[in-house]
């Protein structure tokens, strides 16, 4: 899997949009971006994943560059309770296992 | 989304002892996985089960001490054996039950050994 770069914490005012961002520079054309999110105490959650094409959930949306080395997740009105450890995360997508190897990922603390 | 419990949610044992964790999923998925997440890190893979086959344990993890159980498509466990105070972490269970990657995980079982 092709290692990930993040920051290791940012601050976000409440109602306000959060960028995290995420390089991962040594990606290969058949890897997958993904981001999950762990609040204190809980188990990790999945936000989204993207190929290449920019993808809009519920929670969030995700920004991947034309040449793929780097992404951006974007929570566009942050609250308290999107304060967690955010995990950007890269693997090849394939029909059965997923073997996600997660790096230390971003400190997001959202501020009132 | 996948219903996962995990049993128990926490518990203080002893050196070495042993201790078996449980994971129930609230349906039948072919892929199982197990983290541990020691104090103030990142969460590592432990290993990979499948039904009806041995588990597959990532490097620095071997069967002796952390021996998996997968009997049918809902359920698996992973014992912690001969414990040391090294292995006081969290172990979460998750699995993918849509095959895209998606992965849910427990809520976890944080042990602590003294």
């Known amino acids: 899997d092709a290692k990930t770069t993040q920051p290791p914490s940012m601050d976000c005012a409440e109602g306000r949009a959060a960028n995290l961002p995420c390089n991962h520079s040594?990606?290969?054309?058949?890897?997958?971006v993904y981001w999950y999110r762990q609040i204190h105490s809980q188990g990790p959650q999945y936000i989204i994943h993207?190929?290449?094409n920019n993808e809009t959930n519920e929670m969030a949306s995700l920004i991947i560059t034309e040449d793929r080395k780097s992404s951006t997740l974007i929570l566009p009105h942050a609250t308290l309770r999107d304060t967690a450890v955010y995990y950007c995360?890269?693997?090849?997508?394939?029909?059965?296992?997923?073997?996600?190897?997660f790096g230390k990922g971003t400190k997001l603390s959202v501020i009132p | 989304s996948a219903v996962i419990s995990q049993k128990p949610s926490r518990d203080i044992c002893q050196r070495g002892t042993s201790l078996t964790i449980q994971c129930q999923v609230d349906?039948?998925?072919?892929?199982m996985f197990w983290y541990r997440q020691q104090p103030g890190q990142s969460l590592t893979l432990i290993a990979t089960?499948?039904?009806?086959?041995?588990?597959?344990?990532e490097s620095g993890f071997v069967i002796d001490k952390f021996p998996i159980s997968r009997p049918n498509l809902t359920f698996s466990t992973l014992t912690v054996s001969n414990m040391s105070p090294e292995d006081s972490s969290i172990y979460l269970c998750?699995?993918?039950?849509?095959?895209?990657?998606?992965?849910?995980f427990g809520e976890g079982s944080r042990l602590t050994v003294l």
């Open positions: 089960a499948n039904q009806g086959s041995e588990a597959t344990y």
């Open positions: 040594t990606i290969s054309g058949n890897e997958y």
């Open positions: 993207g190929l290449k």
């Open positions: 998750s699995v993918d039950r849509g095959g895209i990657g998606e992965l849910f």
């Open positions: 995360i890269v693997t090849f997508s394939g029909a059965g296992s997923y073997q996600l190897t």
């Open positions: 349906s039948q998925v072919t892929m």
